[in-house]
């Protein structure tokens, strides 16, 4: 296969404009790619660090409050997305948000209950082993 009769031509709109995405959009599609993409991966990061430090019983405290904040910035999140929905912002803008939100809130309540469970079920083992000891 075999590329014939190209032309190279000169783009005369506003390079700005099409960079930027529509007029009135709180932010362009390039910029809510860049947010979600690194948004994602530092939250995947961060949950499976929670995770990690939960599994071996270790931080309860960073855990606990860390996964409320998420949650709250979940909330937030949710919030925000439906109020950019509400003003008619573009799909590129109020898509992150709500994607966000939604899979904040949907997985962080579960998974705290859960770390919250597995601490109380390793104190209750040092609490036996404690026991089995001095008794």
Do not use: H
């Not at 994607?99 to 390793?122: C, D, H, N, S």
């Amino acid at each position: 296969m075999y590329l014939s009769g190209l032309k190279l031509v000169e783009y005369k709109g506003n390079r700005l404009a099409a960079v930027a995405g529509p007029k009135g959009a709180w932010w362009s599609e390039r910029t809510a790619g860049l947010v979600g993409g690194i948004a994602g991966g530092t939250l995947g990061c961060l949950a499976s660090l929670l995770a990690w430090l939960a599994s071996k019983g270790r931080s309860r405290g960073l855990v606990v409050a860390t996964s409320g904040i998420l949650i709250g910035l979940g909330a937030l999140a949710t919030l925000a997305g439906l109020v950019a929905v509400c003003f008619q912002q573009p799909y590129a803008v109020w898509f992150p948000l709500v994607l966000l939100g939604v899979l904040l809130l949907a997985i962080l309540p579960i998974r705290l209950k859960q770390f919250q469970k597995q601490y109380e079920a390793l104190e209750l083992r040092r609490m036996a082993s404690l026991d089995a000891l001095g008794g």
